[in-house]
């Protein structure tokens, strides 16, 4: 009986030994357990912070160089628009008042407001102080209100570039160390400075202005409209293509090696450099199709090639989230497979469909290889009036301007950064938004 | 009299018994080189709710799902043999299966609501076949479905609310208005009350019950007490074969088969 007790009590010690040493164990292997835990939570959050503070010296470089360009130097010129010079015979026909010699009006103006510049070197001085482009601000004055003709006004010209670094502070007033301007010249622009006859305004030209050789006048029109027009042609033919693409691959072709080989290429399309694209699209659409260089139209074109793969990977991705058991149903009703793709899974797809075309179209705004081998690279200074005509476009400008040597062009290519990020910004929110206003839930 | 009635009957035993709606001949079915269904030989008749019971992966569902092709849209699945609806082989060519699918409507085991108004899940099957013009016809026949499913009363203040936000039970009862909704001669059911708990489970088979008035019904069921509640006959599968159809009653009281007393008394499945 005892021995018996004895037995029972050694095999209970026995085991409560062996549970105590696995408890062991497993407090042991605890400890690793969380500190690999703790060591993989510490490289997350490391790698966030790099990436957060790669992204905030970005924003901060491209802002603190680029904000001074959304505001530009003018110089307040009281100018006499003297008939005799403008429209001699007074006909007020358009095509006198365009071919007009302003610019006389601009010197004469200049000369008038400082009369201490007699002698040429002084007087060629004084008028480099405005723009090159000042007789266009007057032209278009007078071609709005022809009655000011043989009136006084006072307008606002723009400085040239250089009195606009100086007096944005990129450019030193010092000749010895750089400074472009001679003694007589900074004292007039002090002059001008003291009765607050040259300040900064909005710069307004930014935006409404095609590309231009002086930096002043040069503006982003152009490239928004180019971009523009561009991204429309994109999204007028990748959206039904690419949609329509994935539906039928997705729930009307035949399993079998051709559809798998058509996916492979798809998926391989997508990691295609898009420079390739433009090749293609150089060779088919300007070489085959002889469409015109440089025009909207064909890189918008060319940008549907770069954007189509990833429509149509996001399209399918949307539709094979819809659940077969929304398609079962449609189908169990007597629903024909058009009718349950259009009336079900469509509309299920769609927030998913969206998200991935504006990603896709967020790429193609991006994009500016395509459009160099298209030619949308060339210098052009009007807004194109229809995707036919030459144009630039965002990108591309940015490029250009980033290639120009004058130091004015550095901080209009930091605002043209700026803008191009503000438009993905935008296309980006857009697509957060109906995502969430489509999402539904089943 | 009675032995006179008895009489009438033995003579006149065939007359009785309901018409054959659904008639399979030597029915096969292959997944790729998966024989599911072998050699099914199974009549269901009119105003009948005939239960198919066996353990999972027998072909029950399969069975379910080639009387309305269902099985088309499975990659590799092939059918053989025969099946008639009212005489005509619904794998005809001749048959389009739309139209077939408009005349044997389906109820799923998970409750499948379309992500819209409950008015417009009873509605979507009579506006695709154009049942319905007007308006208050198309909202006739929604009422009316409705009020056949059990569903209307508790649902009639807001048909215009989302099918999803239903209950269990009510969306699966949503379903059925939506199947009705199209006047289908059959209705097949896969493991309606899978999803549900028992009260609404009670709720659907009192429905199923009332329907077989005017519907011939094919239930698959794992619930051996479903089948006895609800159906007047019971087919048991059991590895790809029926092995035994008769009256229901026979079937659980006076099973004639081994197989199919070892499954209805638990001992396997």
Known sequence: ?????????????????????????????????????????????????????????????????????????????????????????????KATLSA???????????????????????????????????????????????????????????????????????????????????????????????????????????????????????????????????LVITLLLSFPLGVATAIYLEEFAAKNRWTDVVEVNINNLAAVPSIVFGLLGLEMFLNVFGLPRSAPFVGGLALTLVSLPTIIIASRVALKAVPPWIREAALGLGASKLQMVTHHVLPLAMPGILTGTIIG??????????????????????????????????????????????????????????????????MNATAIYLRKKFERRW | MPVASESYFQQNGRALLNAIKVASRDVNVFYGDKHALKTVNLDVRANEVTALIGPSGCGKSTFLRCLNRMNDLIEGCRVTGSICLDNQDIYDKALDVVHLRARIGMVFQKPNPFPKSIFDNVAYGPRIHGLAQSGPELEEIVVHSLEKAGLYNEVKDRLGEAGTGLSGGQQQRLCIARAIAVSPEVILMDEPCSALDPIATAKVEELIDELRENYTIVIVTHSMQQAARVSQRTAFFHLGEVVEIGDTEQIFTNPQHKLTQGYITGRFG
Do not use: C
Not at chain 1, 110 to 116: L, N, Q, S, V
């Open chain 1, 361 to 426: 179209m967020a790429r193609a705004i991006g994009e500016s290889a395509p459009l160099l081998m298209i030619g949308m690279v060339a210098f052009i200074v009007d807004i194109p009036a229809t995707p036919m005509d030459p144009a630039t476009a965002l990108p591309v400008q940015i490029y250009l301007w980033a290639a120009s040597p004058e130091r004015a062009f550095v901080e209009r290519t930091s605002a043209a950064i700026i803008v191009l990020l503000l438009f993905l910004a935008v």
């Open chain 1, 1 to 93: 009986m005892s021995s018996g007790n004895t037995e029972k009590n050694m095999t209970e010690m026995v085991e409560q030994i062996r549970v105590s040493a696995v408890a062991e164990k497993v407090e042991a292997r605890l400890k690793s357990r969380y500190a690999v835990e703790k060591r993989f939570r510490f490289f997350g959050m490391a790698s966030i912070a790099v990436a957060l503070g790669f992204l905030a010296i970005l924003m901060v470089s491209i802002i603190s160089k680029g904000a001074t360009a959304f505001v530009q130097s003018e110089i307040a010129l009281t100018v006499n628009f003297d008939a005799s010079v403008i429209d001699p015979d007074g006909t007020r026909v």
């Open chain 1, 100 to 230: 007009a010699d302003y610019g006389a009006l601009v010197r004469k103006a200049m000369f008038e407001r400082f009369p201490d510049a007699t002698d040429r070197a002084a007087k060629r001085e004084l008028v480099s102080l405005a723009s090159q482009g000042s007789d266009l601000v007057l032209r278009q004055a007078v071609l709005d209100n022809p009655s000011i003709i043989g009136t006084t006004q006072t307008l606002w010209i723009p400085a040239s570039a250089p009195v606009d670094q100086l007096i944005k502070g990129h450019m030193t007033r010092d000749a010895a160390n750089g400074g472009q301007f001679s003694d007589r010249q900074l004292s007039w622009i002090d002059q001008l400075r003291a009765t607050h006859v040259l300040t900064t305004h909005f710069n307004t030209r930014l935006f409404t202005n095609g590309d231009s050789r002086q930096p002043e006048l040069a503006g982003l029109g152009g490239a928004m409209v180019g971009s523009f027009y561009s």
